[in-house]
């Protein structure tokens, strides 16, 4: 497979694009994924993102941003190898 690796979403989706806006704005009133707001569709999105995965992967966190994901990940790191220092 090949992929894009862009910075951000604006780089392959652009600004304002009338389908990118319209699609955003149905999931924005479908789905809540801030974990302090538990909504059904987000407890089925979960099941059904893991149901993809190697079965040694079955546990999901969901980050409101890449930020949030990069602390998670060092804290998680060091829980793991015990390390303060990253590279």
């Known amino acids: 497979k090949q992929y894009l690796d862009c910075v951000n979403n604006v780089a392959h989706l652009g600004h304002c694009h009338p389908q990118v806006v319209q699609a955003v704005a149905a999931q924005l009133g479908t789905l809540n994924t ?6 059904p569709t987000l407890v089925e999105y979960t099941q059904r993102l893991l149901a993809t995965m190697p079965k040694a992967l079955d546990v999901l966190y969901m980050v ?6 990069n602390d ?16």
């Open 64 to 69: 409101n941003s890449g930020s949030e994901a």
């Open 34 to 39: 801030n974990s302090r707001y538990l909504h």
């Open 72 to 87: 998670l990940a060092l804290r998680i790191a060091r829980a793991a190898t015990g390390a303060t220092h990253v590279v």
